[in-house]
């Protein structure tokens, strides 16, 4: 009498890890990171205007420098892969011209809230889909994301804007929330619309959905963290 094997006991064969992303998708998520980059250290200059002195002008556009630096980072690695940038961030012009339309900052306090909250929806969704990638491409996006010096000033100053003046919590609060609906709609846009940054998102075992609820919990907790409410 032969054996029978059940299907639901366990094997020792080992579960194959996920393929690696390939290289067309590894430079369409380079491109989108770096589009992000040199658009980001062009909206803070132009933002820097709108400080109410100079000297936060001044620290404002010399975090920006460190935008630019990034850019070139990810410019340069594009290169090495073959790619040139400015066709590799071309498919993605539009979702930012989209999303910076629609998010214009009125004043300074606006301003920073942009920089603190809306570029960290970005940076939260590359934290994630970069998981999936090989050394080399990840330790670079990790590096680019640890940038964090605009991020810090804009934090400390809506901190202080909240405790000098409690009646500034519910606008700027109002316009988080708005920052962070146009940013998430925006990132699922993008994704949708591109297959390979699709299957990088879902190589892992996860979801669009899932990736899209967890920049929203990290959303929540960043509002929080400067005395906005959600």
């Given at each position: 009498m032969?054996e029978?094997?059940?299907?639901?006991?366990?094997?020792?064969?080992?579960?194959?890890?996920?393929?690696?992303?390939?290289?067309?998708?590894?430079?369409?998520?380079?491109?989108?990171?770096?589009?992000?980059e040199?658009l980001?250290?062009?909206?803070?200059?132009?933002?820097?205007?709108?400080?109410?002195?100079?000297?936060?002008?001044a620290?404002?556009?010399?975090?920006?420098?460190g935008?630019?630096?990034?850019?070139?980072?990810?410019a340069?690695?594009?290169?090495?892969?073959?790619?040139?940038?400015?066709?590799?961030?071309?498919?993605?012009?539009e979702?930012?011209?989209?999303?910076?339309a629609?998010?214009?900052?009125?004043?300074?306090?606006?301003?920073?809230?942009?920089?603190?909250?809306?570029?960290?929806?970005a940076?939260?969704?590359?934290?994630?889909?970069?998981?999936?990638?090989?050394?080399?491409?990840?330790?670079?996006i990790?590096?680019?994301l640890?940038?964090t010096?605009?991020s810090?000033?804009?934090?400390?100053?809506?901190?202080?804007?909240?405790?000098?003046?409690?009646?500034?919590?519910g606008?700027?609060?109002?316009?988080?929330?708005?920052?962070?609906?146009?940013?998430?709609?925006?990132a699922?846009?993008?994704?949708?619309a591109?297959?390979?940054?699709?299957?990088?998102?879902?190589?892992?075992?996860g979801?669009?959905?899932?990736?899209?609820r967890?920049l929203?919990r990290?959303?929540?907790?960043?509002?929080?963290?400067?005395?906005?409410?959600?």
């Amino acid at each position: 009498m032969s054996e029978t094997t059940d299907p639901a006991a366990p094997t020792d064969e080992p579960t194959p890890a996920p393929a690696a992303p390939s290289r067309e998708a590894v430079i369409d998520l380079l491109g989108l990171l770096a589009l992000g980059e040199l658009l980001a250290f062009e909206r803070m200059v132009y933002d820097a205007r709108l400080a109410p002195d100079l000297g936060r002008r001044a620290a404002l556009s010399e975090a920006a420098v460190g935008e630019i630096r990034n850019y070139r980072r990810l410019a340069d690695r594009l290169q090495e892969l073959g790619a040139d940038p400015g066709e590799a961030m071309a498919p993605f012009k539009e979702a930012f011209r989209s999303f910076d339309a629609s998010t214009s900052p009125r004043d300074w306090l606006e301003a920073l809230v942009k920089v603190y909250l809306g570029d960290a929806v970005a940076d939260d969704f590359f934290r994630v889909v970069s998981a999936g990638l090989e050394d080399e491409d990840r330790t670079l996006i990790e590096t680019v994301l640890a940038e964090t010096g605009a991020s810090d000033l804009a934090a400390a100053e809506i901190r202080a804007a909240v405790e000098s003046d409690p009646a500034v919590t519910g606008r700027l609060s109002l316009w988080a929330r708005r920052l962070v609906g146009e940013g998430i709609n925006r990132a699922q846009g993008v994704a949708a619309a591109n297959e390979r940054l699709t299957g990088i998102i879902v190589g892992d075992g996860g979801t669009l959905d899932a990736l899209l609820r967890r920049l929203t919990r990290a959303h929540q907790d960043r509002m929080k963290s400067v005395g906005l409410n959600n």
